[in-house]
Nanobody, 120 residues
Framework: QVQLVESGGGLVQPGGSLRLSCAAS????????MDWFRQAPGKERELVAS???????NYADYVKGRFTISRDNAKNTGYLQMNSLKPEDTAVYYC??????????????WGQGTQVTVSS
């Protein structure tokens, strides 16, 4: 089994910054893509950013230039640096990753979510 533990959410004023972390642990032979999603109240979950194992990245248009996704493969941990935060960035943020376990199986895992609130 694999566990994803997210941290770093909180309350921040508009224009502020937060750094989210997503640490994977357990039976991990290989960790592939790491993604960050968010879900605001009353809205569907949406993809914010993705990073491949080699470091290639993709971002949703509404966070380009403000958010930076990164990862530390040695620590099986992903990060989402969020700068110039806006009230519309308020949401629960989830990480998702694809893991190959030592039994060879490849499975998708989700974190429990961390609340980000941008408000003055």
């Amino acid at each position: 089994q694999v566990q994803l533990v997210e941290s770093g959410g909180g309350l921040v004023q508009p224009g502020g910054s937060l750094r989210l972390s997503c640490a994977a642990s357990g039976s991990i032979f290989n960790l592939y893509n790491m993604d960050w999603f968010r879900q605001a109240p009353g809205k569907e979950r949406e993809l914010v950013a993705s990073i491949g194992r080699s470091g290639s990245t993709n971002y949703a248009d509404y966070v380009k230039g403000r958010f930076t996704i990164s990862r530390d493969n040695a620590k099986n941990t992903g990060y989402l640096q969020m700068n110039s935060l806006k009230p519309e960035d308020t949401a629960v943020y989830y990480c998702r990753t694809q893991v190959q376990s030592y039994d060879g199986a490849i499975r998708m895992y989700w974190g429990q979510g961390t609340q980000v609130t941008v408000s003055s």
